[in-house]
């Protein structure tokens, strides 16, 4: 290894030297060399042996902490300042020509202004580093949805957390060629204050400038940044969908397969859903993994909805993630995986609340303070996170790099409230499945800003992620009908649901398979239903509760209950969304509240 280092010190190319035959690309990356600085300049290749080197380099520099490789191979501990632990929204910015195309939901700022500002900030901020390039592609090769990005970074967690998340380096030129489409990213940490953190999109230009951040959320540019805020708007442009959501795959033991999309807001089992694994009584069906978080979708030549999964890892929430909850995650990432603020043992392991094992009796906790059950301090920080390998996934879909994508049959949006929602319905048409995913809300748990459980509405669980005008963005989706021949499918599920004692009302988990079961039964056409005031619900005789221990009838119908006066008030609730949004809200979504209203 000693050879390949001392000739990465003196090689401002990188390993391997994939110095890209691309002018434009090239200009940029002088260019911004020029404003910010850097002592050197490393090319990402992607290869196997700059993996090796990045990582010893990570460790001896103290960014990442070697764990026990016998117990976890491959895996690696990370700290972040604890001012600088999660996405934060007031920071992040749409740059769009005009306030009103940015819209009421985000926050904007004069295009012009805000890139005199960053380039100040940038100025000289890499003096002392290394100025990483990093090409990559969100998407699998050779996908005409597949788009192709270039962060520049002075971070070497960043380039390792990239590493997994998208595919880099050699196979990201390739696609990129002479072109000049690509998404241009620079992030700098800066001296992480938070009073210098901006994540900023400018989506007319196709370019995200973040700093003053070193948490995945900000700084992983090809996430949310491109995957949904620029994508959302290229989207809108192209005639193509970047959505919030997971997807999986449905097989039946007769061989019939579907793909599901699902939208659900944090905390709301996302990850969960896309690992899920059948109960016992659902024996030879399978769920696959296509991914947990984004889905980018576009109508294909027969008519149907394609999707794929732009990235090709996982950045999931750690605390509660186990055994019982997701058994294939825990498979996951028990090797190759980078763990950020979450509590380290003695014995070079990892723990977190939720944890299948026993909380140690004393370890290190996320800040690095000791730390023994006694302490009034979570030992994880909530948000702590693990970046995993997708082909370490037990349950990782064969068409997971299919260029054509996967045709979606259903499309699913979900929040956890404790009250009104039943735990399924199926919207009556497309129109009305944009209203359903339009009103989404959840409600607030400790964990999040304001009082726990008071109603946060989160439109398909793109609210701080839509790139311009959330009204512009509900008129995007009804006008996508035009160009889907055979739309999916649109339902809407609960798995929150609680009785007066506060007690949930569905098992959820595995169970959900149950409710997966009918989705699929209702798209191949084989499951009845009944026509309710706010969608088509199943039947009981349609519902397989086969083995679900004291859940019969009585608890079928309460959990699927409709209570008028409780959607009065949910209804009034809508309003508070509708009115910020109401300027350019389309007329359909006033007209599908008015039919509710005459329904219930």
Known sequence: MSTIASELKNTPKGLGGHHPNNAVLSKWVVETAALTKPDSIFWCDGSEVEKEYLTEQAVAQGVLVKLNQEKLPGCYYHRSNPNDVARVEQCTFICTDSQEDAGPTNNWAPPAEMYAKLKGMLAGSMIGRTMFVIPYLMGPPGSPMTKVGVEITDSIYVVLNMRIMARIGKVALEQLGASDEFNRGVHSMLDLNPDRRFIVHFPKDNTIISVGSGYGGNVLLGKKCLALRI??????????????????????PTGEKMYVAAAFPSACGKTNFAMLIPPPQFAGWKITTIGDDIAW??????????????????????????????????????????????????????????????????????KGNPWTPASKEKAAHPNSRFTAPSLNNPALDAAVNDPAGVPVSAIIFGGRRATTMPLVVQAFNWSHGVYIGATMGSETTAAAVGVAGQVRRDPMAMLPFCGYNMSLYFRHWLNMRKLIKFPPLIFTVNWFRKDKEGKFLWPGYSDNMRVLNWIFERCAGHAGANETAVGWAPKFKDFNTTGLAGFGEKEFDEVQKIDREEWYRELLLQDELFFKLYERLPKEMIFQRELLVSRL
């Open 297 to 366: 979708m576009k109508p294909g030549p027969d008519g149907r909805l394609y999707a794929i999964n732009p990235e090709n890892g996982y950045f999931g929430v750690a605390p509660g993630t186990n055994r019982k909850t997701n058994p294939n995650a825990m498979t996951t990432i028990a090797r190759d995986t980078i763990y950020t603020n979450v509590a380290l043992k003695p014995d070079g392991t990892v723990w977190w609340e939720g944890h299948d094992d026993p909380a140690p009796a004393e370890c290190l906790d996320w």
């Open 231 to 252: 994508g959302s708007y290229l989207g809108r442009d192209q005639g193509w969908m970047a959505e919030h959501m997971l997807l999986l795959g449905v097989e039946a």
